[in-house]
């Protein structure tokens, strides 16, 4: 057991920093709407390491001007820390904040086993519980088995391009010229070196890029998964990096990593609920086609190129096909829609996103960093058509570093919509 002056010194270290935190300063970002207050549910914020999940639980209770108490379970100190623990844990937050402290933040709590039955205690007692951790499927396994019914879940990302701007205080309405090429300087730096809040003040990003990389792959994985092999989940990751907006071949992926098929795919899945990989599966009404050869994206663009030894070709289409999916993720989630592939075979024409509302396909969009030339044209909007026939809908979009304007392609309508356009005001 961990000395309660110890959990006690590191407590009090905590709520000292927060004093100092300044709200007003911070960027705005969607998902302070999602939260809900004066509820009997745990709000759960759950995203990869450093996307800002504290900070946006900081926040919303700052500005509403609630009390509360904070624990940073990701402390070194805390490392060993057991579920015995966790009532010291309380009796120090009740000696720092007072017994009748109304709400609780409990940052990466899942580094701590059995953290759910706390967290039902003090739901228990009409505390409001705030939860943040950087593992999917640990968090949401145990909160639907032990919290079933009691927590709202929000899943929060590194800076939209939005959120970007209004940090590096872009202009985004004005449409002078000088504003214009502010904004498409900003959306070329922001796709190279991507949104995580940290990183935006810094000038060694790779540093931190890999310093992150290397945390999700030992903290997040590695430990909790009990990892040995530590340096063919390493490559494993950096592969799925350079080929972002590809399918995932375990077959291939088997033979070139010199993996058994049964590693690969384990090392994929701990990939993806730390977060650092999203995995797109294919649309398809047949459960063994969906399960295919998913696409691998990853969490944020400015992981590509920021990284040590990296050799993989600038490729800006896949950055922005990248960065299109991920503000999809945002998007969706708050009308519960669902976002695939399309391939009808596996020479056939693709279309990069199907949004669908449970069965029906509401959106088809697809993604070109340039379609100036008539032969890209004819492919991307090609793939629209044919995509809108088979799944019968007609919302096409079509996402380029162009200019907004409507096109019609043998009776249908197709949105072409500037990137830029797409990416802020949509």
Same mark, same amino acid.
């Given at each position: 057991?961990?000395?309660?002056?110890?959990?006690?010194?590191?407590?009090?270290?905590?709520?000292?920093?927060?004093?100092?935190?300044?709200?007003?300063?911070?960027?705005?970002? $969607?998902?302070?709407?999602?939260?809900?207050?004066?509820?009997?549910?745990?709000?759960?914020?759950?995203?990869?390491?450093?996307? /800002?999940?504290?900070?946006?639980?900081? $926040?919303?209770?700052?500005?509403?001007?609630?009390?509360?108490?904070?624990?940073?379970?990701?402390?070194?100190?805390?490392?060993?820390?057991?579920?015995?623990?966790?009532?010291?844990? &309380?009796?120090?937050?009740?000696?720092?904040?007072?017994?009748?402290?109304?709400?609780?933040?409990?940052?990466?709590?899942?580094?701590?086993?059995?953290?759910? &039955?706390? #967290?039902?205690?003090?739901?228990?007692?009409?505390?409001?519980?705030?939860?943040?951790?950087?593992?999917?499927?640990?968090?949401?396994?145990?909160?639907?088995?032990?919290?079933? /019914?009691?927590?709202?879940?929000?899943?929060?990302?590194?800076?939209?391009?939005?959120?970007?701007?209004?940090?590096?205080?872009?202009?985004?309405?004005?449409?002078?010229?000088?504003?214009?090429?502010?904004?498409?300087?900003?959306?070329?730096?922001?796709?190279?070196?991507?949104?995580?809040?940290?990183?935006?003040?810094?000038?060694?990003?790779?540093?931190?890029?890999?310093?992150?990389?290397?945390?999700?792959?030992?903290?997040?994985?590695?430990?909790?998964?009990?990892? *040995?092999?530590?340096? !063919?989940?390493?490559?494993?990751?950096?592969? @799925?990096?350079?080929?972002?907006?590809?399918? =995932?071949?375990?077959?291939?992926?088997?033979?070139?990593? /010199?993996?058994?098929?049964?590693?690969?795919?384990?090392?994929?899945?701990?990939?993806?609920? !730390?977060?650092?990989? %999203? @995995?797109?599966?294919?649309?398809?009404? %047949?459960?063994?086609?969906?399960?295919?050869?998913?696409?691998?994206?990853?969490?944020?663009?400015?992981?590509?190129?920021? *990284?040590?030894?990296?050799?993989?070709?600038?490729?800006?289409?896949?950055?922005?096909?990248?960065?299109?999916?991920?503000?999809?993720?945002?998007?969706?989630?708050?009308?519960?829609?669902?976002?695939?592939?399309? %391939?009808? !075979?596996?020479?056939? $024409?693709?279309?990069?996103? #199907?949004?669908?509302? $449970?069965?029906?396909?509401?959106?088809?969009?697809?993604?070109?960093?340039?379609?100036?030339?008539?032969?890209?044209?004819?492919?991307?909007?090609?793939?629209?058509?044919?995509?809108? =026939?088979?799944?019968?809908?007609?919302? &096409?979009?079509?996402? !380029?570093?162009?200019?907004?304007?409507?096109?019609?392609?043998?009776?249908?309508?197709?949105?072409?919509?500037?990137?830029?356009?797409?990416?802020?005001? *949509?």
């Amino acid at each position: 057991m961990i000395d309660e002056k110890v959990i006690l010194q590191v407590l009090a270290e905590q709520q000292e920093e927060i004093k100092g935190y300044k709200p007003q300063k911070w960027v705005a970002r $969607k998902e302070e709407s999602l939260f809900e207050f004066d509820t009997k549910m745990a709000q759960v914020v759950i995203g990869v390491r450093r996307s /800002g999940k504290s900070t946006i639980c900081h $926040k919303v209770l700052l500005e509403r001007g609630i009390r509360y108490a904070y624990v940073n379970l990701d402390d070194d100190r805390l490392s060993e820390m057991k579920t015995e623990d966790l009532n010291t844990v &309380l009796s120090c937050i009740y000696q720092l904040y007072g017994t009748d402290v109304p709400y609780l933040v409990l940052d990466e709590i899942q580094n701590v086993d059995g953290w759910y &039955l706390f #967290v039902n205690r003090l739901l228990r007692t009409d505390m409001h519980i705030f939860v943040t951790g950087s593992n999917a499927k640990l968090l949401s396994g145990e909160l639907a088995t032990h919290l079933t /019914g009691r927590y709202n879940e929000i899943h929060l990302y590194p800076f939209s391009f939005s959120e970007y701007c209004n940090y590096h205080q872009v202009d985004t309405q004005s449409i002078t010229t000088k504003a214009e090429a502010e904004r498409k300087r900003a959306f070329m730096d922001y796709i190279h070196d991507g949104g995580f809040p940290e990183m935006q003040a810094l000038r060694n990003k790779r540093a931190y890029v890999q310093s992150l990389i290397e945390a999700i792959l030992l903290k997040d994985i590695k430990k909790r998964f009990r990892i *040995r092999d530590v340096d !063919a989940l390493r490559k494993l990751a950096h592969h @799925l990096i350079n080929n972002a907006c590809q399918e =995932v071949n375990y077959e291939d992926l088997t033979k070139e990593l /010199g993996m058994s098929d049964k590693t690969v795919k384990k090392y994929v899945d701990y990939l993806t609920q !730390a977060f650092l990989v %999203k @995995l797109l599966t294919r649309h398809s009404f %047949k459960s063994k086609e969906r399960i295919r050869n998913p696409k691998a994206y990853i969490v944020d663009t400015g992981m590509q190129g920021n *990284r040590d030894n990296v050799l993989a070709p600038e490729n800006l289409g896949w950055r922005l096909e990248n960065a299109v999916y991920i503000e999809l993720l945002r998007r969706c989630a708050y009308d519960f829609f669902d976002v695939y592939y399309y %391939k009808p !075979a596996p020479r056939g $024409k693709e279309t990069d996103f #199907v949004v669908c509302d $449970k069965n029906k396909a509401v959106e088809l969009i697809q993604v070109a960093y340039e379609i100036d030339s008539a032969k890209t044209y004819d492919r991307e909007t090609s793939s629209l058509v044919k995509a809108s =026939v088979a799944l019968s809908c007609n919302n &096409l979009t079509l996402i !380029a570093f162009s200019q907004t304007r409507d096109v019609e392609i043998e009776g249908k309508t197709i949105h072409v919509i500037s990137a830029l356009e797409w990416l802020l005001h *949509r």
